[in-house]
């Protein structure tokens, strides 16, 4: 099969013909129809992941369908239309039992702990557990955009900030996931404030649903700029970004018993970050991380795709090649672009 591979970390990326995937007991391949690029796959070519080992074939936003079935599977078959969560739970451990498969003790994550999808075609371990069907309807582009950043952002506004009609929220970096997380909190009924340096950015996001938004070049301070539009601090605020100013400003912009929620990876000099503690104690504030969703929340949130809630088909924004991937990836931290760039064309 044609992939994308980097032999070494930082190294440009080249497309290859490497064998075929085969699929484990408990597992499937998939035909690959599209797949998301996303930051976490630069993170992992720059070498920020200690799951990653080279040579590496990266790609963990995927949609396809399934082309070999695993003798121990029981729930699907060939044809079937599939995507799933990048974070694929084990089944066994006592995460896993839980429910909690996002924070799976044994995780298979396609594209960091194994090759991923910028291929035609890419192995997934315990499918019974971890595949989501596609509804009828819903493209495969489109279903590869939840993969990470949607999906993510869906759980860190759901389930982990709990936000709720009325609230407000602040997200701060408007790239994929902070996109999506301004459409999700605005189907919540939520007077969502977007925090970038990219005016481009900045207009998208109130398209997406941002009530206001704050430039953090033009303003003195992001934290007052925010609590002055929110009436003295948010709700519930998101690092989408990752880095060690944009998780301060969140926490820091929250009201008295607030939520921040941090889906931003925090990695190389950011992995050791000061946050403001003193404001943690004293105004009861809560931090909470988001890592990935389980593949059974899939359902609420394709039923509000469904519904026309969620228009996740509104961020992607370029359709590449896969050889268009290979300078697309290690382009990544110029932040070029609006929305979620989809690879479709093998």
């Not at 930082?10 to 013909?17: A, D, F, I, S």
């Not at 909690?100 to 192995?123: I, K, L």
Request: net charge negative; glycine share 10%; aromatic share 6%.
């Amino acid at each position: 099969m044609k992939a994308a591979v980097y032999e070494a970390f930082q190294t440009p990326l080249t497309l290859q013909n490497v064998p075929d995937p085969v699929p484990p007991p408990h597992g499937v391949v998939i035909e690959v129809r599209a797949t998301g690029l996303c930051r976490s796959d630069w993170h992992g070519w720059m070498g920020h992941d200690p799951d990653v080992t080279v040579p590496h074939v990266p790609g963990h936003e995927l949609a396809g369908v399934i082309a070999a079935v695993g003798r121990d599977v029981r729930r699907w078959q060939v044809g079937d239309a599939v995507t799933l969560p990048f974070v694929c739970g084990c089944g066994t451990c006592p995460q896993c039992v839980s429910g909690n498969q996002q924070v799976c003790d044994h995780q298979f994550q396609p594209g960091f702990t194994h090759w991923g999808s910028f291929a035609e075609y890419v192995a997934i371990h315990h499918a019974d557990m971890n595949l989501v069907r596609l509804p009828e309807g819903l493209d495969f582009v489109t279903a590869a955009s939840l993969g990470c950043r949607f999906a993510t952002s869906f759980r860190a506004m759901v389930d982990q900030g709990r936000v709720s009609g009325g609230q407000w929220v602040a997200v701060h970096g408007c790239g994929g996931v902070g996109l999506s997380a301004i459409m999700i909190a605005r189907a919540l009924g939520a007077n969502v404030i977007g925090v970038d340096i990219d005016a481009e950015k900045l207009a998208f996001a109130r398209e997406m649903g941002a009530a206001a938004t704050v430039n953090a070049r033009e303003v003195a301070d992001v934290v007052t700029a925010v609590q002055d539009l929110s009436g003295g601090g948010v709700h519930v605020s998101l690092d989408a970004l990752g880095s060690a100013e944009t998780c301060y400003n969140s926490i820091a912009n929250l009201r008295k018993r607030g939520r921040h929620v941090q889906v931003g990876l925090m990695v190389g000099d950011e992995k050791e970050t000061a946050v403001p503690l003193h404001k943690v104690i004293a105004n009861e504030l809560e931090i909470l991380g988001s890592h990935g969703m389980q593949a059974f929340r899939y359902e609420a949130m394709l039923a509000m795709i469904q519904s026309g809630q969620l228009r996740p088909d509104r961020l992607v924004g370029q359709r590449i090649s896969l050889a268009e991937s290979l300078a697309a990836l290690t382009d990544m931290n110029s932040f070029r672009g609006l929305g979620i760039t989809v690879i479709d064309s093998f």
